[in-house]
């Protein structure tokens, strides 16, 4: 029974869907040479950063997810994760304290 949280696709669908959002071939080539680098399985906030890299924007993401067979709330969810993320990781460089009670 497939993982309800887990969406498949293959290299072929991925790399037609890519093509159908205008990624160029090198930008795919690293696309799927990360994937290979991470086991052919990345959480959707590092795919999110890897579709960024390859030059999509959010709204070409968006179609991406749905031709995946995702759901909007899901992909909102998703992409709001990944700006967490983001903020999460520009703070922790800007700053770096810590708070002792006493």
Same mark, same amino acid.
């Given at each position: 029974?497939?993982?309800?949280?887990? =969406?498949?696709? $293959?290299?072929?669908?991925?790399?037609?869907? &890519?093509?159908?959002?205008?990624?160029?071939?090198?930008?795919?080539?690293?696309?799927?040479?990360?994937?290979?680098?991470?086991?052919?399985?990345?959480?959707?906030?590092?795919?999110?950063? &890897?579709?960024?890299?390859? @030059? =999509?924007?959010?709204?070409?993401?968006?179609?991406?997810?749905?031709?995946?067979?995702?759901?909007?709330?899901?992909?909102?969810?998703?992409?709001?994760?990944?700006?967490? $993320?983001?903020?999460?990781?520009?703070?922790?460089? &800007?700053?770096?304290?810590?708070?002792? &009670? @006493?």
């Amino acid at each position: 029974m497939p993982n309800p949280n887990t =969406l498949t696709v $293959s290299r072929i669908e991925l790399k037609r869907i &890519l093509s159908s959002y205008g990624v160029a071939e090198r930008s795919m080539s690293e696309v799927f040479a990360s994937m290979e680098r991470l086991h052919r399985h990345v959480n959707i906030i590092q795919f999110i950063n &890897l579709l960024e890299k390859a @030059g =999509l924007g959010r709204d070409r993401i968006v179609n991406v997810f749905r031709h995946m067979g995702m759901d909007d709330v899901l992909i909102g969810d998703a992409l709001n994760m990944a700006d967490e $993320s983001k903020i999460n990781a520009e703070t922790g460089r &800007l700053y770096k304290a810590t708070v002792e &009670l @006493g």
